[in-house]
């Protein structure tokens, strides 16, 4: 099952399930927890598109410089099934902020 992350590959159409962790997210988290792999999980759950917009207010924070391309992408505005993060410019009440030292 392809990684599922809302700022790069969430497939709009899909539900919430389970999905497979991509190397580089294992690898992210790998460093977070000291190298620690052994306690680092390989699978996670996703919401849907569909569930994320219903909610009343959404906040996509990021903190990771591999983060910093789709985070631009997204705040240039347009709205496209590649990057379907962008269909949070959609939401009546949504903010996208990167901690660190790009994109607030």
């Known amino acids: 099952m392809p990684e599922a992350e809302i ?9 919430s399930r389970l999905i497979a962790l991509s190397p580089l997210t294992v690898e992210t988290n ?9 306690i680092v999980p390989r699978h996670a759950a996703t919401m849907g ?3 994320i917009l219903a909610a009343g ?7 990771f410089p ?21 269909y949070l410019l ?7 902020a990167m901690i660190g030292d790009i994109l607030l």
């Open 7 to 15: 700022g790069r590959e969430e497939f709009a159409a899909l539900p």
């Open 30 to 38: 790998r460093r977070l927890t000291a190298g620690g792999e052994d």
């Open 49 to 51: 598109m569909r569930q």
């Open 57 to 63: 207010t959404l906040l996509l924070l990021a903190c």
């Open 66 to 86: 591999e983060q910093k391309r789709p985070l631009e992408a997204i705040k240039s505005g347009r709205i496209t099934p590649e990057l379907p993060a962008s």
């Open 90 to 96: 959609r939401a009546a009440d949504s903010e996208i």
